[in-house]
């Protein structure tokens, strides 16, 4: 993907939002809520699945894409977008019609806004990022059985207003996002040496006369960076940092 | 209105299904010119790769028209037909035709002073399609590059077949042997002489036996539909070279 794709990708996304907070706001000054829009609620909604409500290393759910895309930074970083984008606006778009869902048939409703959202994406991203959504083939997909979102659509959107829904989607895609790029950092660096594709480490040749940087130290690769149980060992040594370090989720017994 | 009523839920379900429907193929007609000239353009680079032409995606037209000196559509009986244009011959469709209506297609590369056949592939996998191109030298039998790509093969398995060093193996192969038979190259377990290449066969991928068979069937059969043109061919090189 050129720079020029990522730039138009990330443009579209920028677009959607913007247009999207317009609408928010319109329907935030009609009715509920006095709060101001970043008051200390709201800024939890954001931070705390970023480290004390965690996806992944607290809840320990969507370890299935963890695993598989998370070998190479860009596609970590473009899986974390699209799901920030499913979540946040699948999030608003049930809050919106939470007052008029059937309650029997709400499950449905919920995977048919999923599902449509993913359809979306992997659209957009056929068109405007090729090489980026062959590698992530059916892990876009996939967007739509991650427990995360429809976990949060059930346990908050239904029951929240708007802006709030907005902000809980945007911050539990972000700390899924977090924990992707995170291990996805450590698993190229170390597995292929290289950061986004650049040798951040310097050139492998096939002798050590030959290459530079690190491995004409003759530092090695480790493979087993590219195979999955390594992220799942990385997420576990995330999961051990951060307990370490917050106190608040260390279980009394 | 109850919410909970019959009726609601029908009604409910009804609005959301045609309106799901509605954004979505609007959304999905928009996108598709832009999302076919990603595929036509992945499929020149793909080629192009084929006789060691390695280039982005963005300059794989451009490279195409340079390179690509002829484009050939050939009927079962190896004749030209000048009815159908090679490039947009997809082999998807062709191969659920009678053999006699089928075409096969094939493009003439000119790179470095070498002139290459590319031959597309399409076979089946463990769990769907695996395709591909083979680029042939002008004796019409060593292999110059292949290039496969796949549907839904196990990652890390089947899906190896993508990977440069299992290509790398096709490379200066013979589909011929000895006896002048078009074997193609066998995708072989345990086999343990990758420098040896004229014996037709390369190793195949540990775990993966069946997308390897796959490889192998898939050479075969292809291959084998372009004999009639491969015979005439090489026999007015043999016979230039009396």
């Known amino acids: 993907m050129s720079k020029e794709e990522k730039k138009t990708q990330a443009d579209i996304q920028e677009d959607n939002s913007s247009k999207k907070k317009q609408e928010m706001f319109l329907f935030l000054s009609e009715k509920e809520e006095k709060e101001g829009f970043?008051?200390?609620?709201?800024?939890?909604?954001?931070?705390?699945p970023l480290d004390d409500n965690n996806p992944i290393t607290v809840q320990v759910l969507g370890i299935c894409s963890a695993l598989a895309i998370t070998v190479q930074l860009k596609p970590?970083?473009?899986?974390?977008?699209?799901?920030v984008f499913v979540m946040a606006f699948g999030n608003m778009i049930i809050s919106l019609l939470r007052k008029t869902i059937?309650?029997?048939?709400?499950?449905?409703?919920?995977?048919?806004?999923?599902?449509s959202l993913v359809i979306l994406v992997d659209q957009f991203l056929k068109a405007f990022a090729y090489d980026v959504s062959k590698q992530l083939s059916i892990f876009i997909g996939l967007i739509i059985t991650n427990c995360i979102i429809m976990g949060r659509l059930e346990a908050f959107a239904l029951g929240n207003g708007v802006y709030k829904s907005f902000l809980d989607g945007v911050g539990n895609a972000a700390g899924y996002g977090l924990i992707l790029i995170i291990v996805a950092f450590f698993r190229e660096l170390l597995g292929s040496g290289t950061l986004l594709g650049f040798e951040v480490l310097g050139h492998q040749a096939a002798s050590?006369?030959?290459?530079?940087?690190?491995?004409?130290?003759?530092?090695?690769?480790?493979?087993?960076?590219?195979?999955?149980?390594?992220?799942?060992?990385?997420?576990?040594?995330?999961?051990?940092y951060q307990r370490s370090r917050n106190k608040k989720l260390i279980e009394e017994n | 209105m109850d919410r909970n009523s019959n009726k609601y839920t029908f009604i409910f379900s009804i609005i959301m299904v045609f309106v799901v429907a509605a954004s979505l193929s609007i959304t999905a007609t928009?996108?598709?010119?832009?999302?076919?000239?990603?595929?036509?353009?992945?499929?020149?680079?793909?080629?192009l790769s084929t006789v060691g032409i390695e280039c982005e995606r963005a300059e794989a037209e451009k490279?195409?028209?340079?390179?690509?000196?002829?484009?050939?559509?050939?009927?079962?009986?190896?004749?030209?037909?000048?009815?159908?244009?090679a490039f947009n011959v997809s082999l998807a469709k062709e191969m659920d035709k009678p053999i006699e209506e089928q075409v096969f297609p094939m493009y003439k590369a000119q790179y470095k002073g070498s002139t290459n056949y590319v031959i597309p592939l399409r076979g089946k996998g463990l769990w769907d399609a695996i395709?591909?191109?083979?680029?042939?030298?002008?004796?019409?039998?060593?292999?110059?590059g292949v290039i496969f790509d796949h549907k839904g093969e196990t990652a890390g398995?089947?899906?190896?077949?993508?990977?440069?060093?299992?290509?790398?193996?096709?490379?200066?192969?013979?589909?011929?042997?000895?006896?002048?038979?078009?074997?193609?190259?066998?995708v072989t377990k345990g086999y343990s002489q990758p420098d040896n290449k004229s014996d037709n066969k390369v190793d195949a991928i540990s775990g993966a036996t069946i997308t390897s068979d796959g490889v192998t069937d898939m050479m075969q059969e292809r291959l084998k539909k372009y004999l009639p043109y491969i015979k005439s061919k090489t026999q007015k090189i043999a016979f230039t070279d009396e």
């Not at chain 1, 970043?38 to 705390?48: A, C, I, M």
């Not at chain 2, 996108?31 to 076919?36: A, G, V």
């Not at chain 2, 990603?38 to 680079?45: I, L």
């Not at chain 2, 395709?131 to 110059?144: C, K, M, P, R, S």
């Open chain 1, 208 to 240: 050590i006369e030959d290459s530079t940087g690190l491995y004409a130290l003759g530092y090695e690769n480790n493979g087993l960076f590219l195979l999955s149980p390594m992220a799942l060992i990385i997420v576990g040594l995330v999961i051990w």
């Open chain 1, 76 to 83: 970590a970083i473009v899986m974390s977008l699209a799901v």
């Open chain 1, 102 to 115: 059937p309650s029997r048939i709400r499950i449905i409703v919920q995977l048919v806004v999923v599902a």
């Open chain 2, 157 to 186: 398995l089947g899906a190896e077949i993508t990977r440069d060093w299992f290509q790398e193996n096709f490379k200066n192969e013979k589909i011929f042997n000895e006896e002048g038979d078009l074997v193609a190259v066998q």
């Open chain 2, 131 to 144: 395709w591909g191109y083979v680029a042939l030298e002008e004796d019409f039998n060593t292999i110059q």
């Open chain 2, 63 to 85: 490279l195409y028209k340079k390179h690509i000196v002829d484009e050939i559509t050939l009927d079962n009986d190896g004749n030209r037909v000048e009815s159908r244009k």
């Open chain 2, 30 to 47: 928009s996108l598709q010119p832009m999302q076919n000239e990603n595929v036509r353009q992945e499929k020149m680079q793909n080629i």
């Open chain 1, 38 to 48: 970043l008051s200390k609620n709201n800024r939890k909604l954001l931070s705390d």
